[in-house]
């Protein structure tokens, strides 16, 4: 993981040192003005990810990656690409020539591990990383066209170079959200649920899981259909994530499961929430066919981790585990019913 990061940085670096090189040759005032901007951004996004080499050594940074080998390769690839660019470009490039070698720095620099790896290992800032990434490629995009025209072929490369950061969004989306819900899947749950478990070992910091399941669900697909049964769970979705606090992550777990992890929520505050969204199930009203309409409950189960400071991660499997009990407690108390909390805390002997 660390060295993933490490090439994270690398290649911000190398982009940053080509700008600088070719503003420095450059025979355009203008365009070597936006070359030192866009150096500047790139500098800006280096210091992020030095930011999160920094969080991965304190043990407050899940590995967000199973397999790293073949992402190292490809980032390592990437930087020894954008070493040449500013070589391969004329010695005193124009505007033309120096837009053109910054086009190819930019494209070298979307691949798709990076618009992931935000998303994975910076849940709370993803949105404002990814918005001044599109920022940057944006302000290259339009310098594009006004200098060679909106029907140019280097117009139509601002538009690549904007469609594919778009799409590296998207494919980010597809990798880590449920495709019906669009809520979190189990890849993002065991990213965030790895990095605030760490800051937990670390600090001592409580953090709770609440684990939603509707009653019944089977009646719902046998009655009304699946179609009605997965409008259902979208309502479910959209409830859910209206209820919870905005640091909460929620995550749809298997087919009518749902899971909320509260950072920082020790189990009286679970309770609270766990009572809260089941009250905002039990009034959901889903449209079905013609005026009709259906209702459903929901159990839940609540796990608080609260180990001491400097103790070892709680691994996700445990957890699951723990809620996975603790909501059978909760379905044999009969529909709509909470479980008391469990709590999960070690000893330093067992650490």
């Given at each position: 993981?660390?060295?993933?990061?490490?090439s994270?940085?690398?290649?911000?670096?190398?982009?940053?040192a080509?700008?600088?090189?070719?503003?420095g040759?450059?025979?355009d005032?203008?365009?070597?003005?936006?070359l030192?901007?866009l150096?500047?951004?790139?500098?800006?996004?280096?210091?992020w990810?030095?930011?999160?080499?920094?969080?991965?050594?304190?043990?407050?940074?899940?590995?967000?990656?199973?397999?790293t080998?073949?992402?190292?390769?490809?980032?390592?690839?990437?930087?020894?690409?954008?070493s040449?660019?500013a070589?391969?470009?004329?010695a005193?490039?124009d505007?033309?020539?120096a837009?053109?070698?910054?086009?190819?720095?930019?494209?070298?620099?979307?691949?798709?591990?990076?618009?992931?790896?935000?998303?994975l290992?910076?849940?709370?800032l993803?949105?404002?990383?990814?918005?001044s990434?599109?920022?940057?490629?944006?302000?290259?995009?339009?310098?594009?066209?006004?200098?060679?025209?909106p029907?140019s072929a280097?117009?139509?490369m601002?538009?690549?170079?904007?469609?594919?950061?778009h799409?590296?969004?998207a494919?980010?989306?597809?990798?880590?959200?449920?495709?019906?819900?669009?809520l979190?899947?189990?890849?993002?749950?065991a990213?965030?649920?790895?990095?605030?478990?760490?800051?937990?070992?670390?600090?001592g910091?409580?953090?709770?899981?609440?684990?939603?399941?509707?009653?019944?669900?089977?009646?719902v697909?046998?009655?009304?259909?699946?179609g009605?049964?997965?409008?259902?769970?979208?309502a479910?979705?959209?409830t859910?994530?209206a209820?919870?606090?905005?640091?909460?992550?929620?995550?749809r777990?298997g087919?009518?499961?749902f899971?909320?992890?509260a950072?920082?929520?020790e189990?009286?505050?679970a309770?609270v929430?766990?009572a809260?969204?089941l009250a905002?199930?039990?009034?959901?009203?889903?449209?079905a066919?013609?005026e009709a309409y259906?209702?459903?409950t929901?159990?839940a189960s609540?796990?608080?981790?609260?180990d001491?400071?400097?103790?070892h991660p709680?691994a996700?499997?445990d957890?699951?585990?723990?809620?996975?009990?603790?909501l059978?407690?909760?379905?044999?108390?009969?529909?709509?019913?909470?479980?008391?909390?469990?709590?999960?805390?070690?000893?330093?002997?067992?650490?």
């Amino acid at each position: 993981m660390r060295q993933i990061l490490e090439s994270c940085v690398k290649i911000e670096e190398s982009a940053e040192a080509a700008y600088l090189d070719m503003q420095g040759r450059c025979t355009d005032p203008a365009v070597a003005a936006l070359l030192g901007h866009l150096a500047t951004g790139k500098r800006v996004h280096a210091e992020w990810w030095r930011e999160l080499i920094e969080e991965w050594d304190a043990g407050r940074l899940a590995d967000a990656w199973h397999s790293t080998r073949d992402v190292r390769k490809d980032l390592d690839s990437i930087a020894s690409e954008l070493s040449l660019v500013a070589r391969a470009a004329p010695a005193t490039p124009d505007a033309g020539e120096a837009l053109l070698a910054a086009a190819r720095i930019e494209f070298l620099t979307l691949d798709p591990a990076f618009a992931e790896f935000i998303e994975l290992s910076e849940p709370g800032l993803a949105h404002k990383r990814h918005e001044s990434f599109d920022a940057h490629i944006d302000t290259l995009a339009g310098a594009l066209v006004d200098k060679f025209g909106p029907g140019s072929a280097e117009a139509f490369m601002a538009t690549v170079l904007r469609r594919t950061r778009h799409n590296n969004r998207a494919a980010t989306r597809y990798a880590t959200r449920d495709a019906l819900t669009g809520l979190g899947n189990r890849r993002a749950l065991a990213a965030q649920a790895g990095q605030w478990a760490a800051w937990s070992a670390r600090y001592g910091g409580a953090m709770s899981f609440v684990l939603v399941d509707v009653d019944r669900f089977a009646m719902v697909n046998d009655v009304w259909g699946h179609g009605i049964g997965d409008r259902a769970l979208v309502a479910l979705a959209r409830t859910i994530g209206a209820t919870v606090r905005s640091a909460d992550l929620v995550t749809r777990l298997g087919d009518d499961e749902f899971i909320v992890l509260a950072p920082e929520l020790e189990p009286e505050g679970a309770k609270v929430l766990a009572a809260r969204l089941l009250a905002a199930v039990a009034a959901l009203h889903v449209p079905a066919d013609g005026e009709a309409y259906l209702t459903v409950t929901a159990s839940a189960s609540i796990v608080t981790v609260f180990d001491p400071p400097d103790s070892h991660p709680r691994a996700l499997d445990d957890i699951l585990a723990a809620a996975d009990r603790s909501l059978a407690a909760a379905k044999s108390a009969g529909p709509g019913s909470v479980a008391e909390p469990v709590v999960l805390v070690s000893t330093a002997e067992q650490d």
